[in-house]
């Protein structure tokens, strides 16, 4: 079933809409600014429903807050572009550097602040639609993006599809924060965390991914066997230090295949969460730069009360131009899709 209610206006007069798709193992809140999951409820091993994902209870709240990018859709760009500019086709475009000298997660305003169109499919989707300009934040192209959103049971799928008509660069994710806990109930560092990751992609002291692939092996950064996010996340080492924490990516099999690429548990809960992606890449975040803030319900948010797993293409790769290439030429059509499944144990 889905539902719609007005959920509240901006500071520009943009009025807020909140979609709501339930069943009796899930519900899940979309609004239209971003596309942001506003809330993920699914059953603990008490079979209490759990908001699973961080975020507001108001128009005023996003506002705010809206650096944090809870929840929302990320484009045209997801992470950083080195230097606030790229070159495609002998041509040089300048981006809007937001991110100190880089461009961060779309630029100024980026799709999490773009009001999408919004259609229900059927009683368990809701198709998400966008048209960025040529031009928009320095981008070339008019790109249109569609999403959709789709609750099965306990799955919640998020596919996209994006077609331009030139050449542009194009990396689309979503920026969720999960505490299995339930969002508010403390930090994620005790969730056991596994990952079919082989090697990871390093950043510079500014965040920035640069050209180096590090193998996990012997690191702290080794999730190939479940532990605890907070394991290892206070360790001496330069990687952990350029991140304030883990906010990498980490290198998954490249085939194209909707493949498994990590399971989370939280131990309090038994809720497990599984995802599967068609991306060659996923951003472990683990919420290293939450300053404390007021959430949902009035609860209490702050450093690592919540942590990302943002399927990709590798951030910063028209720089580096080992990685796979982001370029989406024109008329050809973008086709990615995340799942992410809810179980307890």
């Known amino acids: 079933m889905i539902t719609q209610r007005f959920f509240g206006k901006l500071s520009d007069g943009r009025e807020i809409f909140q979609y709501t798709i339930s069943n009796p193992s899930a519900t899940v809140a979309i609004l239209n600014l971003g596309g942001i999951i506003q809330s993920l409820s699914v059953a603990d091993k008490g079979g209490k429903m759990t908001d699973v994902v961080l975020g507001y209870d108001t128009a005023g709240q996003c506002e705010e807050w809206r650096g944090n990018y809870f929840g929302a859709l990320?484009?045209?760009?997801?992470?950083?572009?080195?230097?606030?500019?790229?070159?495609?086709?002998?041509?040089?475009?300048?981006?809007?550097?937001?991110?100190?000298?880089?461009?961060?997660?779309?630029?100024?305003?980026?799709?999490?602040?773009?009001?999408?169109?919004?259609?229900?499919?059927?009683?368990?989707?809701?198709?998400?639609?966008?048209?960025?300009?040529?031009?928009?934040?320095?981008?070339?192209?008019?790109?249109?993006?569609?999403?959709?959103?789709?609750?099965?049971?306990?799955?919640?799928?998020?596919?996209?599809?994006?077609?331009?008509?030139?050449?542009?660069?194009?990396?689309?994710?979503?920026?969720?924060?999960?505490?299995?806990?339930?969002?508010?109930?403390?930090?994620?560092?005790?969730?056991?965390?596994?990952?079919?990751?082989?090697?990871?992609?390093?950043?510079d002291g500014n965040g920035l991914t640069i050209e180096k692939v590090i193998p996990?092996?012997?690191?702290?950064?080794?999730?190939?066997?479940?532990?605890?996010?907070?394991?290892?996340?206070?360790?001496?080492?330069?990687?952990?230090?350029?991140?304030?924490?883990?906010?990498?990516?980490?290198?998954?099999?490249?085939?194209?295949?909707?493949?498994?690429?990590?399971?989370?548990?939280?131990?309090?809960?038994?809720?497990?969460?599984?995802?599967?992606?068609?991306?060659?890449?996923?951003?472990?975040?683990?919420?290293?730069?939450i300053t404390p803030q007021t959430g949902k319900n009035g609860h209490a948010y702050g450093k690592r009360s919540g942590f990302c797993l943002e399927t990709q293409h590798f951030p910063n790769s028209m720089a580096c131009t080992s990685f796979a290439s982001p370029v989406l030429r024109a008329g050809e059509t973008y086709d990615q899709q995340t799942v992410y499944s809810f179980s307890v144990e």
């Open 74 to 203: 990320i484009g045209r760009f997801g992470n950083r572009i080195g230097g606030a500019s790229f070159t495609l086709n002998g041509k040089e475009y300048p981006l809007y550097a937001n991110d100190g000298a880089n461009h961060l997660h779309g630029g100024k305003d980026g799709f999490n602040w773009k009001l999408w169109d919004v259609e229900a499919e059927g009683d368990d989707t809701l198709r998400l639609r966008l048209f960025s300009p040529d031009g928009e934040e320095g981008y070339p192209g008019n790109l249109t993006v569609t999403v959709w959103y789709t609750l099965d049971g306990a799955s919640l799928s998020i596919r996209y599809r994006a077609v331009c008509d030139a050449d542009t660069v194009i990396n689309l994710t979503n920026h969720a924060y999960f505490n299995l806990a339930g969002e508010g109930n403390g930090d994620i560092e005790d969730h056991l965390l596994q990952m079919n990751a082989e090697s990871y992609t390093a950043v």
């Open 216 to 289: 996990v092996e012997g690191t702290p950064f080794d999730f190939r066997t479940a532990k605890p996010i907070g394991q290892d996340i206070g360790a001496d080492d330069e990687q952990l230090h350029n991140g304030a924490g883990y906010d990498h990516n980490f290198v998954l099999d490249p085939s194209p295949e909707l493949k498994q690429v990590a399971v989370a548990v939280c131990p309090r809960t038994g809720i497990r969460m599984t995802v599967h992606t068609t991306q060659p890449g996923v951003q472990l975040y683990t919420g290293n730069m």
